[in-house]
């Protein structure tokens, strides 16, 4: 006896792992910092979202993974911001993190025009980051 297949189940299936990964990838949207790239973004009239962060940091990975959340469940945030990464290993004691008196990996900041809206100094709390994000929108 062969196994049947239910043809409407299949697809269903079979369109949700493809779009899986798109939306995944949707949020993954990140600028990664070089010298001048906020400012320009600042002075395009863009919201900035800066993330102080470094690849063996696991409370900045924790972080990247509430606002890639955050960003998926909400849209309007993708709208509203761009995203910059800047690597704590190469710009720690650049101007970029001194100019800002950045105390520590693992900071986020939210940027408009010469202002800074929020801060938040490695917290992880969904709530807090949200709270963060919504002052961008």
């Known amino acids: 006896m062969t196994p049947t297949i239910n043809r409407r189940n299949f697809l269903i299936t079979t369109t ?3 779009a ?3 939306a995944a990838f949707a949020a993954q949207d990140w600028i990664d910092y070089k010298p001048g790239v906020i ?3 600042l002075d395009e ?3 900035v979202l800066v993330d102080y962060s470094a690849v063996w ?3 900045c990975k924790a972080q990247e993974r509430v606002i890639n959340d955050l960003r998926d469940m909400n849209p309007a945030y993708n709208e509203a911001m761009a ?3 800047v690597d704590w ?3 720690g004691r650049h101007d970029v993190t001194t100019s800002r008196k950045i105390p520590r990996r693992s900071t986020l900041l939210v940027l408009r025009g010469s202002e ?3 801060r938040i100094v490695a917290g992880t709390r969904v709530n807090d980051i949200e709270a963060l994000l919504d002052l961008g929108l």
Do not use: H, M, N, W
């Open 39 to 41: 400012q320009s973004l």
């Open 45 to 47: 009239g863009k919201t």
């Open 57 to 59: 940091c696991s409370t």
């Open 20 to 22: 899986l990964p798109i």
């Open 116 to 118: 800074e809206l929020g």
């Open 89 to 91: 290993d190469d710009y």
């Open 16 to 18: 949700a792992l493809v």
């Open 83 to 85: 995203f910059v990464r």
